[in-house]
């Protein structure tokens, strides 16, 4: 692998999108301000800056930014509080924690979820609307007509209209309580279901959509220990769930695959990752899923669990098998992935250093390019258009 470079992309709050941004392929990051991690302890920043949000250009080799605006969002659950409309107009994020107003040494549960035209120049926040408690992952169907929230402290998934670039809230679903810890919902491309991960009570379970009728439709499935972070592959044929496994602990942890063509959808293959496997995302043809683990990463120093890098690892998927193909060490405390159009880079953020490594993926072999793309926070999500 090439030894890391440093290429530090700055990131104004007044920079205007360039002309060029119609011919951009986007990712959306949200940057969270308000925790660092203290050897170990995850702490809440006095009177910390404001979080935001930052468009990179994919199609640009290296990816650079087009632009940030500040808006609420939370590294707490997995790397998918961000989500963008398939023509590339909006992007919705969320914010499950806020600094506590009762205590600024603490943080409590937020129900934000910040509704930002991408289109505008420099990108704006069109409206501020309300989740539920906790609001964490978010979807927006390939139609581009329904978004859903998993709502983390509630145990309901919040529905949202879109019509153009007006949001409107359209009410909620109960899937369980609040020990549920609903953590992300994904959507498959035909817009007819939903899945949605349980990390308190390790389920995923199945929703159905009819217009903006969302149920639950009472089929859960057990993939393993605290299921957070998922994706759905293009061809809507299977998903693959990624676990956080047990608190504390050095022990590995495990990606699942779930058939959707099955009636109904089951889980049928496992396999090994480093700890913690936080993030997930598949890759644009379907082949692949890169997975990123925190591998110790967050740990104190003086923990026999402490690495001082995560781990990125290429899973394929097989039918009904998944192999790991490839693995590279990536920063401290990472969280998202995201792959642009041809499949070809991948990024992973990282919330200790404050950026994005950028990777090769060659369909066989991935090489770590020593690009590091800065942002201004630290990266807790990242998403490209689900077209």
């Known amino acids: 692998m090439h030894a890391p470079r440093s290429l530090a992309l700055s990131v104004?709050?007044?920079?205007?999108?360039?002309?060029?941004?119609a011919h951009a392929q986007l990712a959306v990051t949200a940057n969270d301000n308000k925790v660092v991690n203290v050897n170990g302890r995850v702490q809440v920043v006095p009177n910390p800056p404001p979080d935001t949000v930052t468009i990179l250009d994919l199609k640009a080799s290296p990816p650079k930014s087009l632009g940030t605006v500040q808006a609420p969002v939370s590294v707490v659950g997995p790397p998918s509080s961000v989500a963008i409309a398939p023509d590339e107009s909006l992007a919705l994020v969320t914010q499950s924690m806020q600094?506590?107003?009762?205590?600024?040494?603490k943080q409590a549960p937020s129900n934000r979820l910040t509704v930002i035209d991408l289109k505008a120049s420099p990108p704006a926040v069109l409206a501020t609307l309300e989740a539920g408690k906790g609001a964490s992952g978010v979807s927006i169907n390939?139609?581009?007509?329904?978004?859903?929230?998993?709502?983390?402290?509630?145990?309901?998934?919040?529905?949202?209209?879109?019509?153009?670039k007006t949001v409107t809230p359209a009410g909620k679903v109960a899937v369980a309580d609040e020990k549920a810890l609903m953590a992300h919902v994904a959507i498959t491309p035909d817009g007819k279901s939903a899945l949605v991960s349980r990390a308190g009570d390790n389920r995923v379970s199945l929703l159905s959509i009819d217009g903006t009728k969302v149920e639950y439709t009472k089929h859960d499935m057990h993939p393993g220990i605290r299921p957070a972070a998922l994706d759905i592959a293009p061809n809507g044929t299977y998903a693959v769930v990624a676990h956080l496994g047990g608190p504390g602990g050095g022990d590995v942890d495990t990606v699942s695959l779930i058939d959707l063509r099955a009636r109904p959808p089951r889980v049928v293959d496992h396999i090994a990752v480093a700890p913690t496997a936080e993030g997930i995302k598949i890759s644009p043809d379907g082949s692949v899923a890169a997975v990123v683990s925190h591998n110790g990463s967050t740990k104190a120093k003086e923990s026999p669990f402490y690495?001082?890098?995560?781990?990125?690892a290429i899973v394929r998927v097989s039918g009904a098998t998944l192999t790991k193909v490839a693995e590279a060490p990536i920063g401290a405390w990472s969280q998202g992935a995201a792959f642009s159009a041809d499949g070809r880079t991948i990024l992973?953020?990282?919330?200790?250093?404050?950026?994005?490594?950028?990777?090769e993926w060659t369909g066989t072999t991935l090489r770590d390019t020593g690009v590091r793309i800065s942002v201004p926070g630290g990266p807790a999500a990242i998403r490209t258009a689900e077209k």
């Open 12 to 21: 104004a709050l007044a920079l205007a999108v360039p002309a060029s941004l």
């Open 99 to 105: 600094v506590n107003p009762a205590d600024p040494t």
């Open 142 to 164: 390939r139609q581009g007509t329904l978004a859903l929230v998993a709502n983390r402290h509630e145990g309901t998934v919040s529905v949202f209209t879109i019509q153009g």
């Open 307 to 312: 690495n001082a890098n995560g781990k990125l």
């Open 348 to 359: 992973v953020g990282n919330m200790i250093p404050k950026d994005y490594w950028v990777f």
